[in-house]
């Protein structure tokens, strides 16, 4: 299996295709032809679908559908989501708080274990379970514990540098919730959530 | 011009290209080359931007680049940033609260004008300014006020009740935190922002 070869589109929609396959298996149906399957992913048709999960494997047999059990098993297996990943989040602000206390992280072995601020009213505080450390820890804290990942929410014009101690220390993925995009060394994945561009986008609609 | 026919993935990529000529005004920039326009832009390249600004008019001179000034007025334009949007948050919890106190949707004209929880000790509170007020009166509320956007910040059981509140009040556009895909009448638009979907989409990197 080369997995670099597999488009970055197709990464994107598995995710996508785990929470359906996993919502129409909690529904009973065990077997479900691919227009079926994507009726309610807005964006993707069944080509997709049968394309993107041909990349790993054969999971559908030929006028059966696929199989959601099997299907919610191997897409765990290629999301790697068996084990857990630590990941470190930077600005305990009020989106920190709330990624701290996000209970829908934990069911997929996501684990922030390590949280940091530089406001002296924030440090040492404990949120969801999790005591805010100064930020001028972060690199030895997140070396020391082997931290995979990490969660930017801090102000657009900190997130730079913060990424930058980031990646010095050795973590080889970030979600950025920073309004500003970043630059990080080829060997790291950065993946933006940005809320106020998806807005911009919305209000597109809103108005036509 | 014939709204109808833009691709959604054009839509997607405009407040990209806002932000990035935004930056590079910033930066002094003011005739800059799609090569160079789309350096920092992940999955984007100069054939994207040509072909999606094509949809809206003739920005770039031959030879010149882009005149950055002009795009952003333009852009600014055709996603209508230029008037106030009535937004609707519902769920006052810790990602509500992250909504109601950010900064950053301000000066786009995004603004929060009411907020709806069904929990009795966050009711009558007040966050970043607006009173949270009982779910119950939603309907009446946002059909009152002309609220134009809703957003879901609730839990993943409760985001099609609040979805379908919304619908019938008349809202067009809703941004969905809740971990679940809404069902929605077809002139309703809506935008999912999964946070546990792209990190598990960041995850398969990670592993590889």
């Given at each position: 299996?080369?997995?670099?070869?597999?488009?970055?589109?197709?990464?994107?929609?598995l995710?996508?295709?785990?929470?359906?396959?996993?919502?129409?298996?909690?529904?009973?149906?065990?077997?479900?032809?691919?227009?079926?399957?994507?009726?309610d992913?807005?964006?993707?048709?069944?080509?997709?679908?049968?394309?993107?999960?041909?990349?790993?494997?054969?999971?559908?047999?030929?006028?059966n559908?696929?199989?959601?059990?099997?299907?919610?098993?191997?897409?765990?297996?290629?999301?790697?989501?068996?084990?857990?990943?630590?990941?470190?989040?930077?600005?305990?602000?009020?989106?920190g708080t709330?990624?701290?206390?996000?209970?829908?992280?934990?069911?997929w072995?996501?684990?922030?274990?390590?949280?940091?601020?530089?406001?002296?009213k924030?440090?040492?505080?404990?949120?969801?379970?999790?005591?805010?450390?100064?930020?001028?820890?972060?690199?030895?804290?997140?070396?020391?514990?082997?931290?995979?990942?990490?969660?930017?929410?801090?102000?657009?014009?900190?997130?730079?540098?913060?990424?930058?101690?980031?990646?010095?220390?050795?973590?080889?993925?970030?979600?950025?919730?920073?309004?500003?995009?970043?630059?990080?060394?080829?060997?790291?994945?950065?993946?933006?959530?940005?809320?106020?561009?998806?807005l911009?986008?919305?209000?597109?609609?809103?108005?036509?």
């Amino acid at each position: 299996m080369k997995k670099l070869k597999i488009p970055e589109k197709t990464i994107e929609r598995l995710p996508l295709y785990l929470r359906r396959s996993e919502k129409l298996h909690a529904m009973g149906e065990n077997s479900v032809t691919s227009q079926k399957f994507v009726r309610d992913l807005p964006g993707i048709n069944s080509d997709n679908l049968r394309k993107d999960l041909s990349y790993f494997g054969n999971y559908g047999k030929k006028g059966n559908g696929y199989d959601m059990s099997r299907l919610i098993k191997e897409l765990r297996n290629i999301l790697k989501l068996n084990k857990e990943t630590h990941v470190a989040l930077v600005g305990a602000g009020n989106l920190g708080t709330a990624l701290l206390t996000h209970q829908d992280f934990n069911r997929w072995g996501f684990r922030i274990t390590v949280a940091f601020d530089n406001r002296p009213k924030v440090i040492g505080n404990q949120i969801g379970g999790i005591l805010v450390e100064p930020i001028q820890d972060l690199e030895s804290t997140v070396r020391k514990k082997k931290i995979e990942a990490g969660m930017i929410a801090v102000p657009a014009d900190s997130a730079q540098s913060v990424s930058d101690s980031l990646t010095s220390a050795g973590i080889k993925g970030i979600l950025n919730f920073a309004p500003t995009l970043l630059d990080v060394p080829d060997e790291v994945k950065v993946k933006q959530v940005d809320i106020t561009s998806t807005l911009k986008e919305l209000n597109y609609y809103l108005q036509e």
